[in-house]
Nanobody, 126 residues
């Protein structure tokens, strides 16, 4: 069983940066594609970024491409989302997700997700 715990959210001004962390536990962690998704009030949850289990493949939503970077540290069992040049429209609850045995390609379509974290709030003020 994979368990995910997010941290690092908060309030930041437009143009600022935040780094989200996702601490992962579970024996199947090494075979899981990992990703970040977000959900703004009144909107559906959407894909932000995913990374393959090896770290060799990453995918980003067009809205965050060039501003966000997903990474993983397998030794620390932690995943990160570095968010730069934040905009008010980035305000949302951000969720870490795992697709045990899944692929990053499928995960970006929100398919094959086996585990979700509890979410962390990110608020960007104008």
């Amino acid at each position: 069983q994979v368990q995910l715990v997010e941290s690092g959210g908060g309030l930041v001004q437009a143009g600022g940066s935040l780094r989200l962390s996702c601490a992962v536990s579970g024996r199947t962690f090494s075979t899981a594609a990992m990703g970040w998704f977000r959900q703004a009030p009144g909107k559906e949850r959407e894909f932000v970024a995913v990374i393959s289990w090896s770290g060799g493949n990453t995918y980003y939503a067009d809205s965050v491409q060039g501003r966000f970077r997903i990474s993983r540290d397998n030794a620390k069992n932690t995943r990160y989302l570095q968010m730069n040049s934040l905009k008010p429209e980035d305000t949302a609850v951000y969720y870490c997700a795992a697709a045990v045995g899944g692929t990053a390609q499928a995960m970006r379509m929100m398919r094959g997700i086996t585990n979700w974290g509890q979410g962390t709030q990110v608020t960007v003020s104008s």
